[in-house]
């Protein structure tokens, strides 16, 4: 089966405009593949100072997408829930995504995603159900 390159896989995530118009940074990791990246600033904040959760969601969501995708399957996401530890604060550290899938069948897929910070201090952990539409390249006959 052809996988992705890291290559492809950073574009994809450059094809979610939201990604670059939240100016989440996708950094390549050396396992091959990337991973999102935030340092919360007022325009990612709420009323609190905090980032936003819709922004840390979307990073969680988009991570797991992207690990799907690294599995030569395009997916969408049926369901998502994530519980917030600890605020990201405008003033936190750097934070980053950091997705495993559990589940890879033909018809869904269940995936995990972590927001951490170097230290590796949990932030926030997101569960989400994708269904598969389709390969990203098709088997060879």
């Known amino acids: 089966m052809r996988k992705p390159t890291q290559e492809q896989i950073i574009e994809f ?3 979610n405009t939201v990604i670059d118009f939240m100016e989440i940074e996708v950094v390549p990791t050396p396992d091959g593949e990337a991973r999102l990246e ?4 007022s325009r990612h904040a709420n009323l609190y100072l905090m980032a936003h959760g819709g ?12 690990k ?14 994530i519980e917030f530890m600890h605020a990201v604060m405008t003033n936190t550290p750097r934070v980053f995504t950091e997705a495993t899938v559990l589940h890879d069948g033909r018809k869904t897929m269940v995936c995990e995603c972590k927001i951490l910070d170097a230290k590796g ?16 390249f098709d088997d060879p006959l």
């Open 13 to 15: 995530y450059h094809q």
């Open 121 to 136: 201090k949990l932030y926030a952990k997101a569960n989400a159900t994708f269904f598969v539409t389709g390969k990203l």
């Open 38 to 41: 935030l340092c919360a600033d």
């Open 68 to 81: 799907c995708l690294a599995l030569n399957k395009r997916v969408v996401t049926i369901s998502l829930t």
């Open 55 to 66: 922004v840390l969601t979307t990073m969680a969501d988009t991570a797991m997408g992207a």
